[in-house]
């Protein structure tokens, strides 16, 4: 997780779990899952269509 130390990951946990509550985080994990594998898949079409405009 780049420069985060377990410290600092276990204080995100703790903020989250205190502002969100436990029964949202799987929700929220969810979604930013979602959220971040359809960042990929459009980040890979756009560099398909770069090296496909190259050729």
Same mark, same amino acid.
């Given at each position: 997780?780049?420069? *985060?130390?377990?410290?600092?990951?276990?204080?995100?946990?703790?903020v989250? *779990? *205190?502002?969100?509550?436990?029964? +949202?985080?799987?929700?929220?994990?969810?979604?930013?899952?979602e $959220? *971040?594998?359809e960042? +990929?898949?459009?980040?890979?079409?756009?560099?398909?269509?770069? $090296?496909?405009?190259? +050729?």
């Amino acid at each position: 997780m780049g420069n *985060l130390g377990f410290g600092e990951i276990m204080l995100i946990i703790i903020v989250a *779990l *205190l502002v969100f509550g436990p029964s +949202k985080l799987p929700q929220l994990g969810k979604a930013a899952g979602e $959220t *971040l594998r359809e960042f +990929k898949r459009g980040m890979r079409g756009i560099m398909e269509d770069d $090296t496909k405009d190259k +050729k």
